[in-house]
């Protein structure tokens, strides 16, 4: 009799056992799309247009394949034009086109680490190198002109052979592009960048960094001599020649006293004002003169973030430049008389991306502000394309709806606008429109997204905006399967971007990264999780105030409070399991899921963290960090409450890190052995922080899927 009950007992077992696993093979069944396709994209970059006509060229990322694609109006069919074929890690950018439009200049390989190496990360025993190449828009293969990058194209002129200018070890370098002839240094001393051709080709402008201050110097390619634009203490940068090649703007920062530890923005150190100056100065005789001032407050300093929008000339004998005095990131112009700046943007909103029509009348530039007079909230997590008179006085929005657009570019003839786009199920993909046209642009390139792409099968995000003890609101966005209902309660994730100076959107990213992790968020979905991603105080798009929120990071980690509750607002969803949320993030978002993990296991049941830091202590900004700020650094760390940390974690990092060092990861590991914490690890020697390689890419969204659904599922 018992041998029997055995055997019933054992019998009914065995049911149960292989119900479940018909239930988790029905699951696998069920799932719409594998991470194999929604990483199917090819991601584009580096848009640009040539000097004249309607020829464009951008580079397309196909699973770690980078090759140059070009376009030509009116019909804009696209060709591949070099044939890299191997996912071999080394990047291509910033392309340029020769005056002519029959050339394109492109870097290939990555920027030296501090060790001079430059990224390797298929650990070639042949080594890599970081190169300036240029290639026929005819065809055939490209030529290597010397090792260099940032090159700029001098303009075309009749009896002058087409040279570029370019940057190797830190000085200014020229080569004639026929490959006729050695290149030859425009030797000055310092650390020499951002070259920049006069209009007739004949001079060439650049920053020189002598340390404790830096010069604006002028290369006359005729004479073979070096002056200098008003020197003085203080620190010139961002050369830009009027258009008449008469003279250059340049940005002034004033000389700090010795020992101030730099600019004052480090992670650890307070927030001072840092004012700035534009200057105008004469080519012929050296004098300058200031021509606008920045206020000496918090909002009125430097705009770091502006890039290549920080200052250009523009046409009509104005000047276009950004300022956050306003507390937003925005664009402005003036004229040369000295008149009061110009809005050129309305509403609380910031830009991202600028250019000019090639008169230089106008401004095409990307920027998530509301779409009408109502400001709809939800555009601030968007980006669109606008149009403005340099003046300032006509404004209009060229891209309505509920796409995603970015680094728009204008044809030579003036005719067409070329950009990057996207939706919430759309990856990023090429598209050009007439420059008065209205609808949708037309796609370039589609023949290369694959067929199986999902994009029907894909969610929508939702926005969702959290509010902090402390009264900081976070726009978030919610990934919300079907499945997942108050009867079917799911596990749920937490995504944090990296930078922090970033910020998600409701639909794919305009950074090949995020682009990635927004893909990764929309598998999580398909297979049953509440994802939601937090743009957490410190991320760009919602003004200075948010990005440089008080008590920020070292200074005490106060945006952790963002992503607590974010946490406690998933844990009253009735779609989700209280007990099983989880986080993951890659950089500063890694920093936040060790934070997480170590302060809060109770709320957050697991994590992977992509090189995150883990100890502010051991960077050091600006110079040594004095014991007070070393210790509020180590307070608002993970490892000051590694005692806590009860949660399994998922670490992945690469060792040839430029941004996190490796050692981050090293010392965590140490410490969660030590606690008996369980920790999984994915290491990839030679990768740096953005992870070049597709494959591997690849392998740390797959092992984070199958760490979540081990933890969470099993």
């Given at each position: 009799m018992k041998s029997t009950m055995r055997r019933i007992a054992l019998l009914a077992a065995c049911f149960v056992c292989a119900g479940a696993l018909l239930q988790e093979q029905a699951h696998a069944q069920s799932e719409p799309y594998t991470l194999d396709q929604i990483l199917g994209y090819a991601f584009p970059t580096e848009m640009?247009?040539?000097?004249?006509?309607?020829?464009?060229?951008?580079?397309?990322?196909?699973?770690?394949?980078?090759n140059?694609?070009?376009?030509?109006?009116?019909?804009?069919?696209?060709?591949?034009?070099?044939?890299?074929?191997?996912?071999?890690?080394?990047?291509i950018s910033q392309l340029r086109f020769t005056a002519d439009g029959g050339t394109i200049v492109f870097v290939r390989g990555g920027n030296k680490n501090d060790a001079g190496e430059v990224p390797n990360p298929t650990s070639d025993p042949a080594g890599a190198e970081q190169a300036v190449w240029a290639v026929s828009v005819a065809g055939?293969?490209?030529?290597?002109?010397?090792?260099?990058?940032?090159?700029?194209?001098?303009?075309?002129?009749?009896?002058?052979?087409?040279?570029?200018?370019?940057?190797?070890?830190?000085?200014?370098?020229?080569?004639?592009?026929?490959?006729?002839?050695?290149?030859?240094?425009?030797?000055?001393?310092?650390?020499?960048?951002?070259?920049?051709?006069?209009?007739?080709?004949?001079?060439?402008?650049?920053?020189?960094?002598?340390?404790?201050?830096?010069?604006?110097?002028?290369?006359?390619?005729?004479?073979?001599?070096?002056?200098?634009?008003?020197?003085?203490?203080d620190r010139d940068a961002n050369p830009r020649w009027s258009p008449d090649g008469k003279s250059i703007a340049f940005v002034r920062t004033p000389a700090r006293p010795a020992g101030a530890g730099g600019p004052g923005f480090g992670l650890t150190a307070p927030d001072q004002p840092r004012p700035w100056s534009i200057w105008i100065g004469d080519v012929a005789t050296g004098e300058a003169r200031q021509l606008w001032k920045s206020e000496e407050t918090l909002d009125g300093s430097l705009p770091n973030m502006a890039g290549d929008?920080?200052?250009?000339?523009?046409?009509?004998?104005?000047?276009?430049?950004?300022?956050?005095?306003?507390?937003?990131?925005?664009?402005?112009?003036?004229?040369l008389a000295g008149s009061a700046p110009a809005a050129l943007m309305r509403g609380e909103c910031e830009f991202e991306h600028m250019t000019f029509t090639p008169a230089r009348d106008a401004v095409i530039f990307t920027s998530n502000c509301a779409t009408d007079a109502r400001s709809n909230s939800l555009d601030i997590d968007r980006l669109h394309l606008w149009r403005t008179a340099v003046?300032?006085?006509?404004?209009?929005?060229?891209?309505?709806?509920?796409?995603?657009?970015?680094?728009?570019?204008?044809?030579?003839?003036?005719?067409?606008?070329?950009?990057?786009?996207?939706?919430?199920?759309?990856?990023?993909?090429?598209?050009?429109?007439?420059?008065?046209?209205?609808?949708?642009?037309?796609?370039?390139?589609?023949?290369?997204?694959?067929?199986?792409?999902?994009?029907?099968?894909?969610?929508?995000?939702?926005?969702?905006?959290?509010e902090s003890p402390d009264g900081v609101k976070c726009n978030n966005q919610l990934f919300l399967p079907a499945s997942c209902t108050g009867s079917a309660k799911c596990p749920a994730v937490i995504f944090m971007h990296g930078g922090p100076v970033r910020q998600m959107f409701l639909g794919w990213h305009n950074r090949g990264y995020y682009h990635r992790a927004y893909a990764f968020n929309q598998y999580l979905a398909s297979r049953g999780y509440v994802v939601l991603s937090v743009n957490f105080r410190s991320g760009i798009g919602y003004g200075r105030a948010f990005r440089m929120a008080e008590g920020r990071g070292a200074r005490g980690a106060t945006e952790y409070q963002d992503i607590v509750a974010a946490g406690k607002w998933l844990q009253q969803r009735p779609e989700v399991d209280p007990k099983r949320i989880g986080l993951w993030g890659g950089s500063y978002g890694g920093y936040l899921t060790a934070m997480g993990l170590a302060r809060d296991s109770d709320i957050f049941a697991a994590g992977v963290d992509l090189h995150g830091v883990h100890d502010w202590s051991m960077r050091q900004f600006g110079g040594q960090l004095d014991r007070e700020r070393a210790q509020l650094a180590r307070q608002s760390s993970p490892v000051a409450d590694i005692e806590k940390w009860r949660s399994p974690v998922l670490l992945v990092h690469g060792d040839d890190d430029r941004n996190v060092d490796y050692l981050q990861t090293v010392d965590l590991a140490a410490r969660l052995r030590q606690q008996g914490v369980h920790?999984?690890?994915?290491?990839?020697?030679?990768?740096?922080?953005?992870?070049?390689?597709?494959e591997n890419w690849r392998k740390i969204l797959a092992a984070s899927a199958e760490f979540f659904d081990r933890h969470f599922k099993r």
């Amino acid at each position: 009799m018992k041998s029997t009950m055995r055997r019933i007992a054992l019998l009914a077992a065995c049911f149960v056992c292989a119900g479940a696993l018909l239930q988790e093979q029905a699951h696998a069944q069920s799932e719409p799309y594998t991470l194999d396709q929604i990483l199917g994209y090819a991601f584009p970059t580096e848009m640009t247009a040539a000097p004249r006509g309607n020829r464009l060229a951008w580079v397309f990322n196909a699973k770690g394949v980078r090759n140059i694609w070009i376009a030509e109006g009116p019909g804009f069919g696209a060709r591949q034009l070099t044939r890299f074929t191997a996912d071999d890690g080394q990047d291509i950018s910033q392309l340029r086109f020769t005056a002519d439009g029959g050339t394109i200049v492109f870097v290939r390989g990555g920027n030296k680490n501090d060790a001079g190496e430059v990224p390797n990360p298929t650990s070639d025993p042949a080594g890599a190198e970081q190169a300036v190449w240029a290639v026929s828009v005819a065809g055939g293969p490209p030529r290597k002109i010397d090792l260099g990058r940032n090159p700029v194209v001098a303009p075309g002129r009749a009896g002058r052979p087409a040279q570029v200018a370019y940057v190797k070890d830190n000085q200014i370098w020229i080569a004639p592009l026929a490959g006729v002839g050695k290149p030859q240094q425009a030797i000055a001393r310092g650390n020499n960048g951002s070259p920049e051709w006069s209009a007739d080709g004949g001079k060439l402008a650049f920053a020189s960094n002598r340390g404790t201050h830096s010069f604006i110097a002028i290369y006359d390619a005729a004479k073979k001599t070096v002056s200098f634009l008003e020197p003085s203490v203080d620190r010139d940068a961002n050369p830009r020649w009027s258009p008449d090649g008469k003279s250059i703007a340049f940005v002034r920062t004033p000389a700090r006293p010795a020992g101030a530890g730099g600019p004052g923005f480090g992670l650890t150190a307070p927030d001072q004002p840092r004012p700035w100056s534009i200057w105008i100065g004469d080519v012929a005789t050296g004098e300058a003169r200031q021509l606008w001032k920045s206020e000496e407050t918090l909002d009125g300093s430097l705009p770091n973030m502006a890039g290549d929008g920080l200052l250009n000339w523009a046409g009509n004998e104005r000047i276009v430049f950004a300022s956050e005095h306003t507390g937003w990131m925005q664009l402005y112009s003036m004229s040369l008389a000295g008149s009061a700046p110009a809005a050129l943007m309305r509403g609380e909103c910031e830009f991202e991306h600028m250019t000019f029509t090639p008169a230089r009348d106008a401004v095409i530039f990307t920027s998530n502000c509301a779409t009408d007079a109502r400001s709809n909230s939800l555009d601030i997590d968007r980006l669109h394309l606008w149009r403005t008179a340099v003046d300032g006085s006509k404004l209009e929005l060229l891209t309505p709806g509920e796409g995603i657009e970015w680094q728009p570019v204008v044809t030579g003839d003036g005719k067409w606008i070329a950009y990057m786009a996207a939706d919430a199920r759309q990856p990023a993909m090429p598209f050009v429109r007439g420059i008065d046209a209205e609808g949708a642009g037309v796609m370039l390139g589609a023949q290369v997204l694959p067929k199986d792409f999902p994009s029907a099968k894909m969610l929508v995000p939702q926005q969702v905006i959290v509010e902090s003890p402390d009264g900081v609101k976070c726009n978030n966005q919610l990934f919300l399967p079907a499945s997942c209902t108050g009867s079917a309660k799911c596990p749920a994730v937490i995504f944090m971007h990296g930078g922090p100076v970033r910020q998600m959107f409701l639909g794919w990213h305009n950074r090949g990264y995020y682009h990635r992790a927004y893909a990764f968020n929309q598998y999580l979905a398909s297979r049953g999780y509440v994802v939601l991603s937090v743009n957490f105080r410190s991320g760009i798009g919602y003004g200075r105030a948010f990005r440089m929120a008080e008590g920020r990071g070292a200074r005490g980690a106060t945006e952790y409070q963002d992503i607590v509750a974010a946490g406690k607002w998933l844990q009253q969803r009735p779609e989700v399991d209280p007990k099983r949320i989880g986080l993951w993030g890659g950089s500063y978002g890694g920093y936040l899921t060790a934070m997480g993990l170590a302060r809060d296991s109770d709320i957050f049941a697991a994590g992977v963290d992509l090189h995150g830091v883990h100890d502010w202590s051991m960077r050091q900004f600006g110079g040594q960090l004095d014991r007070e700020r070393a210790q509020l650094a180590r307070q608002s760390s993970p490892v000051a409450d590694i005692e806590k940390w009860r949660s399994p974690v998922l670490l992945v990092h690469g060792d040839d890190d430029r941004n996190v060092d490796y050692l981050q990861t090293v010392d965590l590991a140490a410490r969660l052995r030590q606690q008996g914490v369980h920790f999984e690890q994915l290491m990839f020697p030679d990768e740096v922080h953005d992870f070049l390689i597709y494959e591997n890419w690849r392998k740390i969204l797959a092992a984070s899927a199958e760490f979540f659904d081990r933890h969470f599922k099993r």
